[in-house]
């Protein structure tokens, strides 16, 4: 998902990626986005800090509340 540049339907599903280099997919093109989305969200859930509970870490390093 990451190295794709753009997405054509013509009617074959075409990618072309970043190297310019060119794919020609099974899927459609609704699907392809549809699964490009679901993987960049998947990276920013693992990416996303978990919530404290104990209030620590809430500051700064070097900060008194």
Do not use: C, F, N, W
Not at 31 to 58: F, H, I, M, Q
């Amino acid at each position: 998902a990451e190295l794709i540049r753009t997405v054509e339907e013509t009617p074959d599903t075409l990618l072309t990626l970043i190297s310019g280099d060119r794919i020609v997919v099974r899927e459609s093109m609704k699907e392809v986005v549809r699964r490009a989305v679901a993987y960049g969200r998947s990276l920013r859930r693992l990416a996303a800090p978990e919530p404290s509970s104990t209030g620590e870490g809430d500051q700064p390093a070097g900060e008194a509340a």
